[in-house]
């Protein structure tokens, strides 16, 4: 789980730009393969984000779960 | 020269066939990363649950002047037979898909990943996938990238998502581009709600993007990218939870459905199968092709005959995935193939001989033609002479379903087109099988007038 803030920033880094990237000048040329390992960490970054916000998301639930508990006893 | 004409991209090392046996070459190339593998023990782990395909090293001068340079060779078993990634059902193709996603997992967790994902490196044993490659198998290095992802996508995911999301059976698509099915053009049809799905966003209409926009600066730039190998694990592992759930976008049919429009009555239907086994259990065939093979009813009863193994044939992309799911739920060694026979795969690729046509690929023992011949002679004009011919030339034995124009089937494909195939007839069929072959057994097993023929030209 250390990886995940680190990947979530690479994911802002790499998407950021992405976004700024010009059409290639001489496609034919440039490996298309590039792509998908630039890709990778995307989406490295956007399971990792997905796994922290499941872990949090939980806490959340967890959270409510224990208080309806508490008052449950009270 | 006994090197097979698909082997010819990977520098580590070839495949040669000599005498009925399969060979593995091991060039200086390749030869210390495949010892490192070896020694990692993944090779035996997969060896031994099947997935990976069993290789014994033998003496490396075992090919001769062939192969000089073999540091290593290997010894394979021989396939029954070799099938491609656009000849499979949809079923089929996911099942590759997890198999090369779940070896790469496997392999990780010994310090072994993937150089590639092609999906050649696939074959069926019956319905069961194994990984013919050994050489894609690399030692590890941290903070390595997928390397295959790409070939993934377009050889995988990509044709599995056109069927999945846009309802377009893949085949024909992956046939026209052995090399699959790329990311741009799979985007330029698929439906909005298909674009609007995050991972079809992110794995597809993205990923074509960007493949369009990357420059010579890119490239440089992902030669430096370091992936951390947790996350390496959970890009794998999640694609692998998306691929398992994917499924044909039109069909959900189960294979007992597509046997019910098969308009038989139960005693009808036990006396054709009764006729199939004998002729079967008389001939005990090795290999059987079962043209038309539907849901693979009468696969099944061939099998149970005493054939070895059936390979079935079927254009209709419900009913070969519904034969894919009965195989694999039964654990039949039967492999239906999305293939039709009026227009089988021709040789393809480089020089058109890496992908091998299927005439080239002819080892049937016998051939079941149930419930075909009329969709071929009335539905789809086939001179009857030439396809007698074409059916008797395929195999020495063989089974022929002759069903009438007075059939209800029959008659609903000449609806359109009265006095079509005048020579259409039981006699004729029977004279023209009689003058290339020896009619064994010949039955009428409907009321509508539907007749078997057993014929043998051994």
Redesign the interface.
Same mark, same amino acid.
């Given at each position: 789980m250390r990886?995940g803030p680190?990947?979530i920033a690479a994911f802002i880094v790499v998407s950021a730009t992405?976004a700024a990237?010009?059409?290639?000048?001489h496609?034919q040329?440039?490996?298309?393969?590039? $792509?998908?390992?630039? !890709?990778?960490?995307?989406?490295?970054g !956007?399971?990792?984000l997905a796994?922290v916000l499941k872990l949090y998301w939980r806490k959340v639930t967890g959270l409510f779960g224990k208080r309806s508990g508490g008052d449950g006893e009270a | 020269m006994s090197r097979h004409p698909a082997s010819f991209r990977d520098p580590a090392g070839h495949v040669h066939e000599r005498d009925g046996k399969v060979y593995r070459t091991i060039l200086p190339w390749g030869a210390a990363r495949y010892r490192a593998v070896r020694e990692s023990g993944f090779l035996e782990t997969a060896t031994a649950s099947g997935r990976l395909i069993e290789g014994r090293e033998v003496d490396p001068a075992v090919l001769g002047d062939e192969a000089p340079d073999a540091v290593h060779v290997l010894e394979h078993p021989h396939l029954a037979f070799v099938s491609h990634p656009y000849e499979w059902s949809f079923s089929g193709l996911r099942a590759a898909a997890l198999l090369t996603l779940d070896l790469h997992l496997e392999a990780l967790a010994s310090g072994v990943t993937l150089s590639d994902a092609s999906a050649y490196n696939v074959q069926f044993a019956g319905p069961r996938p194994v990984f013919i490659d050994y050489l894609s198998f690399i030692p590890y290095e941290p903070g390595q990238?997928?390397l295959g992802?790409?070939q993934f996508?377009e050889q995988f995911l990509n044709p599995l998502l056109l069927t999945a999301k846009a309802g377009v059976a893949f085949q024909a698509w992956y046939r026209g581009r052995p090399e699959g099915i790329s990311a741009a053009d799979l985007s330029a049809l698929l439906p909005l709600r298909a674009r609007l799905d995050?991972r079809v966003a992110?794995?597809v209409v993205?990923?074509g993007r960007?493949?369009?926009?990357?420059?010579?600066h890119?490239?440089a730039? $992902?030669r430096g990218?370091r !992936?951390?190998k947790?996350? !390496?694990v959970?890009?794998l592992r999640?694609m692998r939870g998306w691929i398992a759930k994917l499924a044909p976008r039109t069909s959900a049919t189960s294979w007992e459905a597509y046997e019910r429009s098969a308009h038989y009555t139960p005693e009808e239907h036990a006396k054709k199968a009764r006729f199939v086994g004998d002729a079967i259990a008389v001939a005990r065939p090795g290999v059987v092709w079962d043209l038309g093979c539907n849901a693979g009813a009468y696969a099944e009863v061939a099998l149970a005959h005493g054939a070895g193994l059936v390979i079935g044939f079927e254009p209709d992309a419900g009913a070969v995935d519904a034969a894919f799911r009965r195989a694999a739920e039964k654990g039949l060694n039967f492999l239906p193939l999305a293939v039709d026979v009026t227009n089988p795969s021709p040789d393809l690729g480089w020089l058109q001989r890496e992908r091998a046509g299927m005439a080239a690929r002819r080892n049937a023992d016998a051939v079941l033609c149930l419930a075909l011949l009329h969709h071929l002679v009335l539905g789809r004009n086939l001179p009857l002479a030439h396809v007698i011919e074409w059916l008797v030339g395929l195999a020495p034995r063989g089974v022929l379903e002759f069903v009438p124009k007075e059939d209800p089937m029959a008659a609903q494909l000449i609806a359109l087109k009265p006095g079509i195939a005048p020579e259409y007839t039981r006699e004729a069929v029977g004279d023209l099988l009689a003058a290339r072959a020896c009619i064994e057994q010949s039955a009428v097993v409907t009321a509508s007038g539907r007749t078997l023929f057993a014929w043998n030209r051994a």
């Open positions: 990886s680190r990947l992405l990237l010009p059409p290639a000048a496609a040329y440039v490996d298309p393969g590039a $792509a998908s390992v630039l !890709l990778q960490v995307l989406i490295a !956007l399971v990792g796994a | 990238v997928w992802y790409r996508c995050p992110l794995h993205l990923r960007l493949e369009r926009r990357v420059t010579a890119d490239t730039r $992902a990218v !992936l951390p947790a996350a !390496l959970n890009n999640s």
